[in-house]
């Protein structure tokens, strides 16, 4: 009989614990960046971002590939692929992090959270460890919205910026995160 509740009481308990783990996932995420000086405003955007959150012990993952960055202008598009971000050479940019404050969120109820994330980025082949404060952790059912703004500056990830073009590209970039997560 002891055997038998005891059994019971594992299944029960496995049960809950997998029922409070989940993990959030899309392929199609967003992040752009944005550079604003008197001479020339840069915008990018790249919708092919893929990300996971993990529920249970608030890892975080992206993804993406560089020359899936879209610019108006089809001529700075070319320039950062071949002269900057040197895309063919270092294809993929990347972070791998956690969320520090996961006590605070309850991915089970609805809501909005903010959480304090670190973490490594890595872009043009440089990895640079990073932490973000009040990342928007938006809880609807099933779905997951995540934002977060924040700054870069291309010497950080080893960018050599031309003297010629030097005013046209900010000494900080600003980078926009917008991930709509479903359950994966």
């Known amino acids: 009989m002891k055997h038998i509740v005891l059994s019971i009481v594992t299944i029960l308990m496995f ?8 993990t959030f996932y899309t392929k199609s995420g967003y992040i752009g960046f944005f550079s604003s000086t008197p001479l ?15 529920t249970a012990d608030g890892s975080l993952n992206f993804g993406l590939l560089v020359k899936s960055f879209k610019f108006k202008n089809a001529l700075m598009e070319e320039h950062f692929n071949e002269n900057y971000a040197e895309s063919d050479k ?4 990347k ?4 969320i520090l404050n996961l ?4 991915f089970d109820k609805d809501g909005t959270y903010n959480a304090d994330i670190e973490g490594k980025l890595t872009f043009h082949g440089v990895t640079n460890k990073i932490k ?7 809880v609807s059912g099933d779905k997951l919205k995540g934002e977060a703004t924040f700054t870069a500056k291309p010497e950080d990830y080893k960018i050599d910026i031309p003297s010629v073009v030097r005013g046209k590209i900010a000494k900080e970039i600003t980078i ?9």
């Open 132 to 138: 973000l404060k009040n990342v928007k952790l938006t």
């Open 176 to 184: 926009n995160v917008k991930i709509d997560y479903s359950i994966y």
């Open 40 to 54: 020339e405003n840069i915008d990018a955007r790249n919708n092919q971002v893929v990300s996971f959150i993990k």
């Open 103 to 106: 006590d605070e969120i309850n």
């Open 95 to 98: 972070f791998k992090g956690k």
């Open 90 to 93: 270092y294809p993929k940019a």
């Open 15 to 22: 049960s809950f614990s997998m029922n409070a783990q989940k």
